[in-house]
């Protein structure tokens, strides 16, 4: 089955760039949606945007202007970059895959949640 | 989009039926998904646009809903089912989270 996997530095310093990689294994990254979603510590899941296996992207606005997020189809891989973190980037970091929207045999949209997760890792900001 | 989810935490007992509500900010039409969270583990997607069963997910787990409003039910708990639940809208980006609902076994 599909499985995916976190990697990158446990601990980056403020003002520095986050970059962590998802690897997918078990199945290819064409024909999904990608994300990466954020949990700080002992709070709720903040979405953090996506990339679509063509490599169009959404962005959570509260981080756009700080967030690149690209597709490596030729690795089946995805990552993220987080620029200028601070201490309030501190966090779980969890990739995910999202299937594409269908339409129904009654014509309507279904739209599916995130149905493979990575296990998490872990992003501590501090110099 | 805000997602309110009430209560934020209930104690219920095994074999109990479970009711957690998610409000929405404005309408996003049936495009709603309730994800399961046990500690130090990912997110398990249980239910997609409102009430379709993600496959694997125990039957007594269903979601409804439209519009504004959503539920998720346990039809009978198990002590398996403590664990944190989340809502999520899928209407609009970005894809917003409820702030969350714990659920205890008494």
């Known amino acids: 089955q599909v499985q995916l996997q976190e990697s990158g530095p446990g601990l980056v310093k403020p003002s520095q760039t986050l970059s962590l990689t998802c690897s997918v294994s078990g199945g290819s990254i064409n024909s999904f949606y990608w994300t990466w979603i954020r949990q700080s510590p002992g709070k709720g899941l903040e979405w953090l945007g996506l990339v679509h296996y063509s490599g169009t992207t959404e962005y959570n606005p509260s981080l756009a202007s700080r967030l690149t997020i690209s597709v490596d189809t030729s690795k089946n891989q995805f990552s993220l970059k987080l620029r200028s973190v601070t201490a309030a980037d501190t966090a779980v970091y969890f990739c995910?895959?999202?299937?594409?929207?269908?339409?129904?045999?009654?014509?309507?949209?279904?739209?599916?949640?995130?149905?493979?997760w990575g296990q998490g890792t872990t992003v501590t900001v501090s110099s | 989009i805000q997602l309110t989810q009430s209560p934020s935490f209930l104690s219920a007992s095994v074999g109990d039926r479970v009711t957690i509500t998610c409000r929405a900010s404005e309408d996003i039409n049936s495009y709603s998904a309730w994800y399961q969270q046990k500690p130090g583990k990912a997110p398990k997607l249980l239910i997609y646009?409102?009430?379709a069963l993600q496959t694997g997910v125990p039957s007594r787990f269903s979601g409804g809903g439209y519009g504004t409003e959503f539920t998720l039910t346990i039809s009978s708990l198990q002590p398996e089912d403590s664990a944190t639940y989340y809502c999520q809208q899928l209407n609009s980006y970005p894809r917003t989270f409820g702030q969350g609902t714990k659920v205890e076994i008494k």
């Open positions: 646009t409102a009430s």
């Open positions: 995910a895959r999202q299937p594409l929207s269908y339409l129904d045999s009654e014509g309507f949209t279904v739209r599916y949640g995130m149905d493979v």
